[in-house]
């Protein structure tokens, strides 16, 4: 989940450690440390990353490694969205999309004014969603304040912060299944980001964060008030969920069946 701080450093530390061992007598040093940095996108790396995952079941719908740790693919759909793989470990999947270009950061934040989120109608959302019912889990959908407390506790894969970037929380509204004891199983954070060069480039990270232990820390470190503060409405599987009915149509051939849903 912290792998994105690693490279960060490793990006900030390069050009000095260049400067003060650029001694022939230090190519051992160098190709060593070259070999740490780029380690991360081994193919080792990734399969050892990708077994250590706990929710396959979840990840395995947006994300797929061959055997051989070489070739990553993301769903179709997610990609049809404009999304891109933006970084994968044991506990997150995280997933980038280009929102557009903005004259300066001031002209950002005033975009944000404007801005409606559909974090949980676009494509992520409903595959996320469609995973959770199908297992017999809900989904509750919250307000955007809580995106903004959960930047506190957890980092996006591949947003790294730094001169002339500038993040932006708490602007789309948090998915989190949950199962059938109210346990939380996973959930959808994104955050946005701000990169200014020649204009500002606009960003928005979407994290899949699952797994018992970032679980458990979202649990003791998130009360239930702020919880209930933020909460919208909740998605449930449908009660005949086995077997899955097939959706009836009437009479103009609209399908008429469709997710139980719990408003506040």
């Not at 994968?88 to 280009?98: G, L, Q, Y």
Request: aromatic share 8%; charged share 25%; glycine share 10%.
């Amino acid at each position: 989940m912290f792998n994105y701080l690693r490279k960060a450093t490793s990006i900030c530390l390069l050009p000095l450690v260049l400067m003060m061992f650029s001694t022939s007598s230090q190519a051992g040093f160098m190709d060593e440390l070259v070999g740490n940095i780029t380690g991360f996108n081994s193919p080792e790396h990734k399969l050892k990353m990708y077994q250590a995952i706990e929710d396959k079941q979840l990840v395995s719908g947006f994300y797929s490694l061959s055997q051989d740790g070489k070739i990553e693919t993301i769903a179709e759909d997610i990609k049809n969205g404009g999304f891109a793989l933006s970084g994968i470990d044991a506990a997150e999947i995280a997933f980038k999309k280009k929102v557009g270009e903005i004259m300066n950061m001031g002209a950002a934040e005033r975009w944000f004014d404007r801005y409606m989120s559909n974090a949980d109608d676009d494509e992520i959302a409903k595959k996320y969603i469609a995973i959770a019912l199908g297992r017999g889990n809900s989904v509750a959908i919250y307000r955007p304040g809580l995106g903004e407390i959960l930047c506190d506790h957890f980092g996006i894969l591949g947003l790294v912060n730094g001169p002339q970037r500038a993040a932006f929380c708490g602007h789309d509204r948090v998915l989190v299944e949950q199962d059938k004891t109210g346990r939380v199983v996973s959930l959808v954070t994104r955050v946005f980001q701000g990169w200014t060069f020649m204009g500002v480039t606009l960003n928005q990270y979407t994290a899949i964060i699952s797994g018992g232990h970032a679980m458990r820390h979202i649990e003791d470190s998130i009360s239930q008030r702020e919880m209930d503060r933020y909460f919208i409405r909740e998605i449930r599987p449908t009660a005949s969920r086995q077997p899955t009915p097939q959706p009836k149509e009437d009479d103009l051939g609209h399908q008429s069946s469709t997710p139980s849903e719990r408003n506040l």
